[in-house]
């Protein structure tokens, strides 16, 4: 098993930035890729950026690029630092694991933590 855990959600005025963290331990967490979704109200839960086992690959959607940048360290925390956030970026933030490869489907990932709230407000 691998065990994630996020932190770093809070409310933001529009416009701002955010950054969040997502520690990986447990099982084989140095050789999976972490993904970052994020799911509204009523809305399904959407792929946001994924960096994978190495930290040399990365891929974002297309709403947050320019906006938000993923990487992550040797002590396996990833960090999504979030810039210029608008209404539409405020939902739980949630990190996940799958092994190696970079993915952009929920379902293609193992592991999940339990989320972090992010709001954008005027």
């Known amino acids: 098993q691998v065990h994630l855990v996020e932190s770093g959600g809070g409310l933001v005025q529009a416009g701002g930035s955010l950054s969040l963290s997502c520690t990986a331990s447990?099982?084989?967490?140095?050789?999976?890729?972490i993904g970052w979704f994020r799911q509204a109200p009523g809305k399904e839960r959407e792929f946001v950026a994924v960096?994978?086992?190495?930290?040399?690959?990365v891929d974002y959607a297309d709403s947050v690029k320019g906006r938000f940048g993923i990487s992550r360290d040797v002590k396996n925390t990833v960090y999504l630092r979030m810039n210029d956030l608008q209404s539409e970026d405020t939902a739980i933030y949630f990190c996940?694991?799958?092994?190696?490869?970079?993915?952009?489907?929920?379902?293609?990932?193992?592991?999940w933590g339990q989320g972090t709230q992010v709001t954008v407000s005027s």
């Open positions: 996940a694991a799958r092994p190696f490869a970079i993915a952009s489907m929920p379902d293609n990932f193992d592991f």
């Open positions: 447990g099982g084989s967490a140095s050789t999976y890729a």
């Open positions: 960096i994978n086992w190495r930290g040399t690959g």
